[in-house]
């Protein structure tokens, strides 16, 4: 305990506030209490990024099946609620308690799976960004074949392309010609561009243009910025619970609109290389 020269000593005279702190018989004392800071959790390795829009059926099963093929590493899952009406939030926080991997985002309002992912990303904190859907039709079994094919390749992206694609037919030549029309516009030869099982280094999507659409064209973004892009046979599912949000409209002719802003960019995107720097 202190006191300014012009203030009343304690009660008990100098002595007994000394004695009374255990400093009693010293000229002065000064007792500095800090604190304690928590040390900051350390950054995982790898973030999965999921958008969420009216999945709560399907949640618990995606976490555990998460937990089971990356269980053994440095994770985080980031699930960003994009303004679900079927209790999807309150499933979340429920899994909290059982999963201290998984970080919710929650939208004021539904904004779009572009949104969804671009949050996602921000508030990611690993080295490496895992993009999924929250619909079990990718399986998180086929997540470690990604950060392999990522590091034995040394590329920036690992994109998955669906092998025995488990969606009716309709649905199929719908994604078909979305495919097409992108791949075309865009010179690409990306198998899967609707496939949401990617891989990326976070350096590698740091700095790309984010836009509603753009989630469908990561890879040409990643080349357009100089990354390379490898591909990787997953696997695909059925639907178990839930219904699709997506349709013609927004599979085929966004797709069309999206492709020619893409286009657009990649014919003025800027292309130099810095002989040097001299300060």
């Known amino acids: 305990m202190s006191h300014t020269p012009d203030s009343p000593p304690p009660a008990g005279g100098r002595e007994g506030g000394l004695r009374g702190a255990g400093l009693a018989g010293r000229e002065s004392a000064v007792v500095q209490v800090r604190p304690a800071v ?6 995982p390795d790898v973030s999965v990024v999921v958008p969420v829009y009216n999945e709560a059926g399907n949640l618990g099963i995606l976490m555990d099946e998460i937990a089971a093929a990356l269980g053994g590493g440095s ?19 429920a899994l909290r308690a059982r999963h ?36 079990l039709q990718n399986n998180p079994a086929d997540v470690p074949a990604l950060l392999e094919a990522l590091g034995s390749s040394g590329a920036e992206a690992a994109v998955g ?9 309709w649905k199929l030549v719908q994604s078909r010609i ?20 990617k891989a990326f280094r ?13 989630h469908r064209f990561l890879p040409t973004l990643v080349k357009m910025r100089g990354g390379r892009v490898v591909e990787v046979p997953v696997r695909h599912r059925p ?24 286009r657009w960019m990649q014919r003025r995107a800027l292309h ?8």
């Open 239 to 262: 639907r178990r619970f839930g219904t699709t949000k997506y349709g013609m409209w927004n599979r085929v002719f966004r797709a069309l609109a999206d492709a020619l802003a893409v």
């Open 38 to 43: 928590a040390a900051a959790p350390a950054a």
């Open 178 to 197: 979305a495919n097409g029309v992108r791949n075309r516009l865009n010179r690409e030869t990306i198998r899967d561009t609707g496939c949401s099982l």
């Open 75 to 93: 994770y985080e899952v980031v699930a960003v609620d994009d303004g679900s009406t079927d209790g999807s939030a309150a499933e979340l926080a």
């Open 100 to 135: 201290p991997a998984l970080r919710v985002v929650r939208f004021v309002r539904n904004a779009g799976q572009s949104a969804a992912f671009a949050a996602g990303f921000r508030a990611a904190r690993g080295a490496v960004l895992v993009t999924m859907d929250a619909d």
């Open 161 to 169: 392309w669906r092998t025995g694609r488990r969606d009716g037919a």
């Open 202 to 214: 976070r350096e590698a999507v740091a700095e790309i243009p984010w836009f509603t659409g753009m």
């Open 272 to 279: 130099y290389e810095i002989r040097e720097i001299v300060e």
